[in-house]
């Protein structure tokens, strides 16, 4: 991440947080001099599984067609957070895969931003049918999903029966070129004991596994903190089966500490984001299906970029002016971690009090919902 000294005290004007002290710079930076680089792009809530930790067993309420981003008001919010400093879209959901047209939307990306390294988030499941056209149309690399390769174990926690699919998926993408292929476990109790053969199965597949701590962001709101299963209890886990050799994060803003796997080349990483918050380096933007832009996952608030992207401007330049701001004035606003600092005074948090820094503040959306 790049820090830009602001010269302001750190505190937060009182009242609404406006563009107030804002430097005179077209990169999307906020209070703390933190610059965003990452943006992540929810396309859909829709989702071919109903994990526990993030989606409710019904599924999220469908979002009406017509409120969803099309691929070309996509590639165009994509192109203004080109300009302004955006270097990684990574596309998410609920499921990406779910909407027919991704491909298109990956085409647009593209064109509108050259120089961005585009990648997605996905449970893989239909990846082997679509990954080809995805690589075509601009797609760099894939995070894909999975907790444990034990097939019954995958149906209690995803409440679905389709771990062949999702392993179908990662061979295509590994077929395909897209490496390194990332996994994604969500560490939680009942994914423990699998842990050390999901990292021998990643070892073996060439897959660069990483493990995240379980966020109070499930739907069902049923996170508690004396459940979670901290990095520290993992790596006492993986350690009694593999040797692991700390080698730090690959650049200081990445999320995820690595350790080295029986010596190398194989790495695993932790992505500690209860017990070891990394709040203070975050280099995100959020984009949701429907075109606000969040600028945390606990911040609650969210800026209306559809409604501008949509008003009848009689040439682009101008609704692109009205953009560049609300977007700007949004990372302006942006929490210095966990959303508390911003959360309404009525809103609860989560995982301790109010005033403990170490809280979350409630979400009113869930994880499937804001695009992980
Ligand atoms: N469906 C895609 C997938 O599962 O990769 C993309 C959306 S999913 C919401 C994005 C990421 O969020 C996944 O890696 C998932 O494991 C993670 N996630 C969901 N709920 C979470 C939670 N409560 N805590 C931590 N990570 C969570
Ligand atoms: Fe779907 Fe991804 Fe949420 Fe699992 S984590 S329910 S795959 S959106």
């Known amino acids: 991440m790049t820090a830009v000294a602001l010269g302001l005290p750190r505190v937060r004007p009182a009242g609404p947080p406006g563009t107030l002290g804002r430097p005179d710079t077209d990169a999307l930076i906020d209070r703390y001099g933190r610059v965003a680089h990452d943006l992540r792009v929810s396309v859909t809530e829709k989702c071919s599984l109903r994990c526990t930790y993030c989606m409710p067993a019904e599924g999220l309420p469908a979002i009406p067609r ?14 203004i957070g080109y300009r302004l400093g955006i270097r990684d879209v990574r596309f998410t959901g609920g499921e990406p895969l779910m909407r027919a047209d991704l491909a298109e939307i990956v085409r647009h990306t593209r064109a509108a931003a ?6 997605m988030t996905t449970n893989a499941i239909g990846l082997d049918k679509r990954v080809r056209e995805l690589v075509e149309a601009g797609l760099d690399r894939v995070n894909v999903s999975l907790d444990t390769v034990d097939r019954a174990h995958f149906a209690d926690l995803t409440r679905r029966d389709r771990l062949p699919q999702v392993l179908a998926g990662i061979q295509a993408a590994l077929g395909a070129g897209l490496s390194p292929v990332k996994l994604n476990a969500v560490l939680m109790p009942e994914t423990l004991a699998g842990a050390t053969d999901l990292l021998a199965w990643a070892v073996e597949h060439g897959c660069r596994l990483r493990f995240i701590e379980q966020m109070p962001l499930d739907a069902d709101q049923s996170w508690a903190r004396d459940q979670l299963v901290s990095a520290q209890r993992l790596l006492d886990v993986l350690g009694a089966r593999f040797g692991l050799t700390p080698v730090g994060r690959e650049d200081p803003s990445a999320p995820a500490e690595e350790w080295a796997v029986d010596g190398g080349p194989a790495t695993v990483g932790i992505i500690a984001s209860v017990t070891r918050s990394f709040c203070g380096d975050c280099d995100r933007t959020r984009l949701t299906a429907e075109g606000t832009v969040r600028s945390c996952l606990f911040g609650n608030e969210e800026v209306d970029l559809r409604a501008l992207l949509r008003t009848e401007a ?23 971690a966990h959303g ?9 948090a989560v995982g301790g009090a109010a005033d403990d820094p170490e809280a979350f503040a409630r979400t009113e959306r869930s994880m499937g919902a804001i695009g992980g």
């Open 66 to 79: 017509h409120d969803l981003l099309t691929p070309a008001e996509i590639g165009r919010l994509v192109g």
């Open 114 to 119: 050259p120089g961005v390294r585009i990648s």
């Open 340 to 348: 508390l600092d911003r959360r309404a005074p009525d809103a609860g």
């Open 314 to 336: 009689p040439d682009h330049a101008a609704s692109d002016a009205a953009i560049v701001a609300a977007w700007q004035g949004a990372m302006w606003a942006k929490p210095f």
